[in-house]
């Protein structure tokens, strides 16, 4: 059922007509994690089923991630990076995820990692003339990512790609509030990247915590990352080109991967849409045993 609703709303929406068919999406799936990457594989599958030409856009953010998570997208580029090490490699709850030791992605070393890591990537795809020259031979119609960072809403706008729909394999994190200005009510809604296991129920000591975790991830964080990419894109690109948060701001929806019944209670709006088990595969009959 859910999958039947999510390619109609798709089209009404963000291309503003019922039925298309034949369009060319590039859907941006950096290989990060697994269970990302086959969410974004799914999703190309379903559009793939719906008639259209589905492009994968792949930076290979983590090494050893094989899978592409699709079986029917028409084109998949991978990109390897051209850097001896990716910075990911380093981070602790890929490292080490049991350690004693902080594992958040708020803890000071893991935020310079990831603030590293996104910036470096960034600038190595932005400036690969191979890899634009490819992706410009395609006039695509929609570009489908998650929100690790700002630098592909910027790529989309390299490319002319007018309609750009967000997903998210995970809850609302506190970027996609931010983007959509979503009110948190930090008193019951934690952050999606360090939760707490009994919100929306929080001590007074998480809630404190709360606050501290939603002042360094707007604050700190992301202020942080949209100044470093936005430099990156101005040197590279074009010393006038438009500021990466009003790009992202300018994205009419977001499609989130989880069911509001069971998610935490959030403020919320129109353009925010649950698919939860969209990715989900069908159900078969399971063959009789005899004991």
């Not at 030791?101 to 795809?125: H, R, W």
């Amino acid at each position: 059922m859910m999958q039947s609703l999510v390619l109609p709303i798709l089209q009404a929406l963000c291309l503003e007509i019922i039925y298309v068919n034949g369009l060319n999406i590039l859907v941006y799936s950096p290989a990060i994690a697994p269970s990302h990457v086959n969410f974004m594989g799914s999703l190309a599958d379903l559009l793939a089923d719906a008639g259209h030409r589905v492009h994968i856009f792949m930076p290979e953010m983590m090494p050893g991630i094989q899978t592409n998570g699709t079986t029917k997208a028409q084109r998949i580029i991978r990109q390897p990076s051209t850097f001896a090490e990716s910075p990911f490699t380093k981070l602790r709850f890929f490292t080490d995820p049991f350690s004693d030791k902080d594992t958040s992605v708020f803890a000071p070393e893991q935020v310079s990692i990831m603030l590293n890591g996104y910036v470096l990537f960034c600038q190595d795809f932005i400036t690969n003339e191979r890899l634009l020259s490819e992706l410009r031979s395609v006039s695509y119609d929609v570009a489908i990512t998650e929100v690790y960072d700002y630098c592909p809403i910027g790529l989309f706008h390299m490319l002319d790609i007018r309609t750009t729909v967000l997903v998210s394999a995970v809850p609302v994190t506190d970027f996609h509030a931010d983007v959509f200005g979503l009110p948190t009510p930090l008193a019951y809604t934690s952050n999606t990247l360090s939760a707490f296991v009994n919100a929306p129920k929080l001590t007074y000591m998480e809630r404190i915590r709360n606050i501290f975790l939603y002042f360094v991830s707007r604050n700190v964080f992301t202020k942080a990352l949209l100044d470093g990419e936005n430099e990156v894109f101005r040197k590279h690109v074009d010393k006038y080109f438009p500021d990466l948060e009003q790009l992202t701001r300018a994205v009419p929806v977001l499609f989130v991967n989880t069911h509001p019944l069971i998610d935490i209670p959030r403020p919320i709006s129109a353009n925010v849409f649950y698919i939860g088990g969209v990715a989900m595969r069908q159900r078969k009959p399971l063959s009789e045993v005899n004991i």
